[in-house]
């Protein structure tokens, strides 16, 4: 009997022993990331989130590829011949499936990706101390610069979009507002950034936003909106104000290939490498560099998801320059099938093998240097130069009355292409504000083309929006015969984020 | 450290106990022989003697003689697998010569419940038990696709890749991260995946209800598969040594020739108004022939088993090799097996060990759905060569202008890539019992299994596709570990006091899960010139890459049941068990899994009097299980650490880092709760035996990642949630009928039914409605319902456009032209948007069946498996492909697009460049998945035992079967039974592996 007992106390003893786990052990951390409460915490914290919004200029829905397509191909300056239909649809107004990916949802959500994490710096970097107060409020400002350029391409495209100022939870279902309010945070951003940005970075830093890019980007708002005063004012500034220290580089190529970059005409720039081999995903060595060119590069040498509309070629062979030649824009601009005779150049190495009228973008490539493309150009995208800042000062200065003053900003940049002033190629246009536009349009395809400026313009110029101007514009570009006055002026927001958010509708007639 | 230190710990206290325990109570006792013997007389050999409510006992001999010691009021039990258990009061007596009727109904099988054993027919719960020899029969990789219509309830799904692990649902789709079940090998948490022999196993449970499962409490949810591995008996070595090829064939598809080819191509561009391609009618290939091989798959197994008076082992070996019916797909294993056993008193010890190395070898994918090899050779024309020298790489693919085409090469896939994965497996458990007293046992078992997993990917240079930019070569490797470690601390009491019988266990768990994983990448490797081969070492080449992670996990747990049985009429089963998580936040990482399950034998009643019905069971039980199947730490949000930016004049590059995927702080654990009632008859003498339950079986708070907002920004998967509640109701039925006709003939025949409706009652989030690409998952409907267009035939005139008009009046597809589809514009607006979109049909089956027919004349037999399922709709993602035009590919033979010269036809006009009649959201593309396939056939011929006597052979035998041979179905697809991994698009058929046809000759020879 004793022996039972003993042998049954030892039974539960040993049993009890057993089930002490210990409970403490289920506290596991994860050894492979830091969390979030563990981060924004130091100075360099600022800097590491920071420089994240950077990087959403290597992501395939903006900057990297996706964006051009609906910028330059979207307008009557490119087309797609693509064999993926659907990417083509999207080019050509023909959306149907409004969730298409690469046509639409990844550059919303990338937009907003951006968006995000400039919200996370300006929530979370306020309470870090730092030891350099002005590093600090530069933090903010160029996070502020850049949640307003996202802020400004979204509002371009979708026009009425949710505003999302906060760093977001899973839950979030955001207010949709507005073009106009859209733009008034883009102002209100800009403007703040405005007063902490430097004039000019040291040479570590180029590529971060200076107080002319604030204000170069605040001239991109106002002129949308016809504000012309207010985006003379900021306009000034660069010109003749107190950052009025740009000038034309003599190159007009040195504005498309990495061998001058950051030049004295860039304004604003992208800063692409090719030293990280990754994807435009967030995976360990995501890439730093542009796709575009591997997109828009002829059949044979790239996807050739994107080519220029020929009009384009004639456009820059209806005036020469005062020794009587091409404009030698024109060579930089497009490869076209009389590229070699006219100034001497193949086509990546190889002679015309395309259609004969058939032409593609050419800056950005980097012909200059290797005979193919892929995913890794290196080659700085100028978002805003100089030039353009020229163009649209005239604009500004036409429209609000002093035709005459505008003159010599347009000469300035038809200058370096060799061609003559204004006044003296086109005498007829005189102080005629409604020709001098007319001119201007023109001007601005030759030395803009390409760029990505060609949406904003056809917006803002109107030109989308009676059936009348569309139609010529369908006579250079014939997508715009599927251009739907009202509706195709915007984007149609994803439907997966109509369908999910009760705080956002569908943008009209979609 | 703290673990090993547990170990040692719990392994000194076993000695302590041990050497107590040796000295173990002794009664008068005297010794009783006799002979065991079949109702016929024929002796039977290594029948199990116990002394009941005691583990004494031995096992007669060869000739069925046995001798026990034991007191003369004592009861002696006489058991063997295949007769019936008898029980014989011993009264004095000294010699007891039994007879034992063969059982062919079982009822007293045992069955395997977790953590303990239960008879067969005291079970309250839904349990199916699947025949080790219907598994073995079948040539498969994993243990899951061999239980494919031999259970009711159970639904598998496998492919045909080499490797590739068969899906298996048990009752339904009961949450949105993944259907497996949980499986459990001899006591050990795991996965039953392909490195898994299932030649070893001698038993498998399928637990489906919550009662059943719940002793498994967070980690049930869908099911558990217990797998009870081969033990020896008792008696000499046996030496069992089996050999299986089988040549494996895939279906093809019908595709059209190169004129046929040719000319509907032409005719796609005319009508486009495109300039046509400039086609290489010079060559003529076939994709298929070069693509697609028959395979060849073979199971090599021998086994030594025996045992002692009070001990048993068995060893196997085994390898499978399937080389795939596509090149460049191989698999291979190799595994080996120990187990062995041993008492002594009241203590016993055993282990299971099994080590595997498994390697398969994939054409390397590249990206998107171009890499399938499946949809590459119906795409790639006939009119474009295997090789081109032109191409850099020397492959043939797509061309401006002559071939226009983004297909990939397979041919050159399988040359330029290489990608492997192997791994080597340890897989064990150590178990040690004691019984103190016949109703007290006490057991450990410390489970442990290890896996070293390698991954290879080799990139040479050279194109596969059209307008693919250069890349130079690259070699991704990986090297990966996981490891899971067990403790378990059972404890278990078991008493009958007159009729009532009582037992009652208690126990703990503790198991411990890490991966991880190192691996690197290099690129521009080097050609070693003497081979021409490159070096795939991570030494040689440029811009290396590394990383690594680890993952851990932690899961404790208390358990506990009650089984309480009144005089075999009434029984009762209460589980709990409580477990703690280290997936969750500390608030909700605790949650307890109750059940209750009860059960009325009917039949044992005095009132109950029947002459057809021998035995009547119904049951009814209720419980509530977890599900904790997300990632390891998806609670916290992370700081994403792997971005840079360029800056600087010098093109400097700089890091970045941010929060990119947001994360649920709140999450819990999911909670099924699960009620089923059920009946249990064995009628005619038990020769006829049905079973039925019906089930209803709620989710709530199911764990998914639904889509959030991209207006969030979050990227890197959506964060989990608990999001949704999902229903699934059913209904089960199984009858099977055995019986012995005479001594040369006897037959089987069995039959099961499955009906299921699933149904999402609620999803959280906000969210209404959850749109995947054709499907929508939205409340009171089953998931990933279809969510397309609906088309209403072709239009024959222009007067037919123009009168298709709205309730205003509107011409609702004023672009169309005759022989375009004809869209119905559902809401009545004038013209066809996504709103036009409806709930069509669904991916579910109405049910499903499983016919399984067998029988013995002589020393022949014969078995068969039919399977079918009913009333599924499936995407056919083949024809989504060839019948569009709007993009090229190659196209079915036979086809008839409308022309006005064809009007009568219900193919559209075909049209190169433009989406109207293409577009992949339409009805066009659903089609009925229904199907009866003949799983498996088989014959086998059993040397008579005289003729083989002589060469000292116990057993030959030689079998020949088929599998997959006859589908009858109306699918134009390659195989109607597919799996496709995401849970929304279940029924979307797009570039599956089919299954492939196999026919295997077999030997096994037994000594």
Redesign the interface.
């Known amino acids: 009997m004793m022996?039972?007992i003993?042998?049954?106390t030892?039974?539960i003893g040993?049993?009890l022993?057993?089930?002490s786990?210990?409970?403490e052990?289920?506290?596991?951390d994860?050894?492979?990331?830091?969390?979030?409460d563990?981060?924004w915490v130091t100075p360099n914290?600022a800097e590491?989130?920071l420089?994240?919004?950077?990087?959403m200029f290597?992501k395939d829905g903006l900057w990297s590829r996706w964006l051009y397509f609906r910028l330059d191909l979207t307008s009557d300056e490119g087309f797609s011949q693509s064999?993926?239909?659907?990417l083509a649809?999207w080019t050509r107004f023909n959306y149907?499936?409004?969730n298409f990916w690469e046509g639409n949802?990844v550059t919303?959500?990338d937009s907003?990706?951006?968006?995000?994490?400039a919200n996370?710096v300006l929530a979370y970097v306020p309470d870090i101390e730092f030891s350099d107060s002005n590093r600090k409020q530069q933090i903010l400002a160029e996070a502020k610069f850049l949640r307003a350029l996202h802020y400004y391409y979204a509002g371009l495209l979708w026009e009425n979009?949710?505003m999302?100022l906060e760093?977001?939870?899973?839950?979030?279902?955001?207010q949709q507002v507005s073009q106009e309010e859209v733009f008034a945070q883009v102002e209100q951003d800009l403007n703040e950034a405005f007063a902490d940005l430097p004039l000019q970075w040291d040479?570590?830093?180029?590529?971060?936003p200076t107080k002319g890019a604030a204000k170069a980007m605040l001239a991109k708002v106002y002129m949308q909106q016809r504000r012309w005063e207010e985006a003379k004012t900021a306009l000034d500034f660069l010109v003749v104000g107190e950052g009025a220290n740009y000038s034309l580089v003599d190159n007009y190529k040195d504005n498309f290939t990495d061998l001058n970059?950051?030049n004295a005409e860039s304004v604003f720039e992208i800063?692409?490498?090719d030293?990280?081999?990754?994807g435009t995903?967030?995976?360990?060595?995501?890439a730093?560099s542009s796709t575009r060119a591997?997109f828009f590069a002829p059949?044979?040498i790239?996807?050739?998801d994107g080519q220029a509309r020929f009009w384009l070629v004639d456009a820059f062979k209806q005036e020469s320059t005062v020794d009587g030649e091409i404009d030698p824009r024109l060579q930089h601009s497009l490869f076209y099938p009389s590229l070699f005779e006219d100034f001497g150049d193949k086509t990546y190495g190889r002679d015309w093998e395309w259609g004969e009228d058939e032409a593609w973008f050419r800056k950005g490539a980097r012909d200059y240097k290797r005979d193919?493309?892929?995913?890794y150009s290196?080659v700085n995208w100028r978002m805003i130069r100089y030039a353009d800042i020229l163009l649209r000062y005239a604009e500004v200065l036409n429209e609000l009355g002093m035709t005459a003053d505008a003159y010599q900003y347009v000469d300035m940049v038809r200058a370096r292409a060799n061609m003559a002033p204004l006044a003296e190629a086109y005498p007829e246009i005189g102080n005629n504000a409604d020709a001098f536009l007319d001119r201007l349009k023109i001007e601005r395809v030759l030395e803009l083309s390409g760029e990505s400026v060609r949406w904003e313009d056809l917006k803002r110029w109107g030109d989308l929006e009676s059936q009348e101007t569309v139609d010529e514009i369908a006579q250079r570009d014939p997508d715009f015969n599927n251009f739907e006055v009202g509706k195709n002026i915007r984007l149609p927001i994803?439907?997966?984020?109509v369908?999910?958010?009760?705080n956002?509708e569908q943008n009209p007639q979609y | 450290m703290?673990t090993k230190l547990r170990f040692e710990f719990?392994l000194s206290?076993f000695l302590?106990?041990f050497t107590?325990?040796l000295?173990s109570m002794q009664a008068q006792n005297s010794e009783i022989t006799g002979t065991v013997t079949t109702t016929e007389g024929k002796p039977i050999p290594f029948v199990n003697v116990i002394l009941k409510g005691t583990s004494t006992g031995t096992s007669a001999d060869m000739d069925g003689n046995y001798a026990i010691s034991a007191p003369a009021d004592g009861t002696l039990v006489f058991s063997y697998i295949g007769y019936a258990t008898r029980e014989i009061a011993i009264n004095g007596q000294t010699e007891i010569n039994v007879n034992l009727a063969e059982d062919l109904a079982a009822l007293d099988e045992v069955v395997v419940v977790g953590y303990g054993t239960q008879q067969k027919k005291d079970l309250t719960s839904a349990v199916s038990v699947v025949d080790s020899e219907q598994i073995s029969k079948r040539q498969t990789t994993t243990v899951a696709e061999s239980l494919q219509g031999l259970a009711s309830g159970v639904n598998v799904r496998g492919g045909g890749q080499p490797g590739q692990e068969a899906r298996i649902e048990i009752r339904g789709l009961k949450n949105l991260q993944g259907s497996n079940p949980l499986y459990v090998i001899d006591g050990l948490v795991t996965t039953a995946n392909r490195d898994f022999n299932p030649n070893d196993i001698e038993s498998i449970q399928i637990l489906k209800d919550a009662a059943a499962a719940a002793i498994y409490g967070s980690r049930a949810a869908n099911g558990v598969i217990i797998i009870t591995t081969k033990k020896g008996k008792q008696g000499p070595l046996k030496v069992t040594v089996s050999s299986k090829m089988s040549i494996t064939d895939i279906p093809r598809y019908d595709l059209a020739s190169q004129e046929e080819f040719v000319r509907l191509n032409n005719m796609a561009y005319d009508n486009g108004g495109v300039p046509r391609q400039e086609l290489d009618l010079s060559v003529n290939t076939d994709w298929q022939e070069e693509v697609f091989r028959t395979g060849l798959i073979q199971d090599q197994n021998v086994s030594f088993s025996g045992g002692g008076e009070n001990s048993s082992y068995f060893i196997s070996g085994n390898y499978f090799g399937n080389k795939g019916t596509v090149i460049s797909t191989d698999f291979d294993r190799i595994s080996f097996r120990v187990n062995s056993s041993g008492e002594k008193g009241i203590f016993s010890i055993g282990e299971n060990l099994a080590l595997s190395n498994a390697k398969t070898d994939e054409i390397g994918g590249s990206d998107g759905f171009r890499g399938n090899p499946f949809f590459d050779v119906v795409r790639l024309f006939p009119t474009i060569p295997v090789y081109d020298e032109d191409n850099p790489g020397g492959y043939g693919y797509g061309k401006?202008g002559v071939a226009?085409?983004?297909a990939a090469n397979p041919v050159a896939l399988a040359n330029l890539i290489d990608q492997e994965s192997e791994n080597f497996r340890i897989r064990g458990n150590v178990w040690a019992e004691?019984d103190?007293?016949p109703w007290?046992n006490?057991r450990?078992n410390f489970g442990y299994e290890t896996s070293f997993d390698e991954y290879l990917y080799l990139r040479r240079e050279g194109n596969w596709t059209l307008?693919q930019?250069?890349?130079p070569s690259f070699t991704n490797q990986n090297r990966a570990q996981s490891e899971t470690i067990l403790?378990e601390?059972t404890?278990t009491f078991k008493k009958e006091f007159g009729k009532h019988n009582l037992s009652l266990l208690?126990g703990?768990t503790?198991q411990k899960n890490k991966y991880e994983q190192i691996n690197g990448l290099k690129?521009n490797l080097l050609i070693n010139p003497n081979t021409g081969e490159y070096f795939d070492v991570l030494d040689l080449g440029d811009?290396a890459?590394v990383?690594g992670?680890?993952?851990?996990?932690?899961l404790?747990s208390?358990l506990g049941r009650l089984e309480y049985n009144f005089d075999d009429r009434y029984l009762l089963n209460a589980v709990l068990r409580r477990d703690?998580?280290?997936r969750f936040s500390?608030a909700n990482?605790w949650s307890n899994f109750p059940s209750v399950s009860l059960g009325w034998r009917l039949s044992n009643e005095s009132f109950f009097n029947s002459e057809t019905i021998s035995d009547l069971k119904l049951r009814a039980s209720y419980g509530e299980l977890g599900s904790g199947n997300i990632g390891?730490?998806e609670y916290?949000?992370?700081?994403?650490?792997?971005?840079?930016?360029?800056?600087?004049?010098?093109?400097?590059?700089?890091?970045?880092?941010?929060?990119?995927r947001?994360?649920?702080s709140e999450l819990r654990w999911e909670t099924l709760k699960q009620t089923n009632i059920g009946f249990d008859m064995g009628l005619l003498d038990n020769k006829l035996q049905l079973t039925g339950d019906y089930f209803i079986a709620k989710t709530e708070d199911v764990l998914f990642g639904f889509?959030?907002?991209?207006?969030?920004?979050?990227?890197?998967g959506n964060?989990i949630?608990n999001a949704a509640t999902v229903e699934n109701r059913g209904f089960e039925l199984s009858a099977s009928y055995t019986e012995q006709v005479n001594d040369d003939f006897n037959f089987n025949a069995s039959v099961n039914f499955t009906r299921l409706r699933n149904e999402l009652v609620s999803l959280g989030?906000?969210?209404?409605?959850s749109?995947q690409g054709n499907t929508i998952t939205k409340s009171g409907e089953p998931v990933g319902m279809w969510y397309v267009l609906q088309t209403d035939g072709l239009f024959q005139s222009q007067e037919e456009i123009n009168n298709y008009t709205n309730s205003e009046g509107d011409v609702i597809q004023p672009n169309a032209l005759p022989g375009d589809i004809r869209f119905k514009d559902v809401n009545d607006d004038g013209q066809i948007t996504?709103a036009d979109k409806t709930v069509v049909s669904s991916p579910w089956p109405d049910f499903e069946m499983g016919f399984n027919a067998s029988a013995e004349y002589k020393n022949f037999d014969f078995s068969m498996n039919w399977i079918g399922s009913f009333g599924a709709e499936i995407y056919n993602g083949f024809r989504s492909v060839v019948d569009r035009f709007?993009?090229?590919s190659n196209y079915r033979a036979g086809i008839q697009p409308w022309t006005p010269e064809n009007p009568n036809t219900d193919f559209p006009r075909i049209v190169r460049?433009?989406?109207l009649n293409s577009?992949g959201?339409s009805d066009r593309w659903l089609e009925d998945g229904s199907f009866i396939r003949l799983k498996y056939v088989g014959i086998g011929y059993n040397i008579p035992e005289s003729a083989i006597k002589s060469i000292g052979f116990d057993k030959a035998r030689i079998s020949l079967s088929a599998q997959n041979i006859i589908t009858i179905t109306d699918y134009q697809g390659l195989d109607p039974e597919f799996s496709n991994p995401n849970i929304f698009q279940r029924g979307v058929d797009f570039g599956s592996y089919p299954n492939v046809q196999n026919y295997s000759l077999g030997v096994e020879i037994g000594f």
């Open positions: 022996k039972k003993v042998l049954i030892a039974m040993i049993f022993s057993f089930s786990c210990n409970e052990e289920l506290n596991l994860n050894p492979n990331a830091l969390t979030t563990q981060f914290d590491l989130g420089n994240s919004i950077y990087a290597y064999p993926w239909v659907e649809d149907i499936n409004y949802a919303w959500r907003y990706k951006a968006i995000f994490r996370q979009i949710p999302v760093p977001s939870t899973p839950s979030d279902l955001p040479a570590q830093n180029t590529g971060r970059e950051n800063q692409f490498g030293q990280r081999r990754g995903d967030e995976g360990p060595n995501a730093v591997q059949r044979g790239g996807w050739s193919n493309e892929d995913y290196e994803p439907q997966v984020e369908e999910n958010n009760p956002l | 703290r719990k206290v302590i106990f107590l325990s000295q401006s226009n085409v983004f004691i103190p007293f007290l006490y450990f307008n930019p250069y890349e403790f601390n404890l208690v703990t503790y690129r811009q890459q990383g992670f680890r993952n851990e996990s932690l404790l208390y703690g998580s280290s500390d990482k390891n730490y916290q949000g992370f700081i994403n650490t792997f971005g840079a930016i360029v800056l600087g004049d010098g093109q400097t590059l700089y890091p970045s880092a941010t929060q990119v947001l994360a649920n889509p959030i907002l991209l207006s969030t920004g979050n990227d890197g964060p949630s989030n906000g969210l209404n409605e749109i996504n709007d993009d090229d460049g433009t989406t577009r959201d």
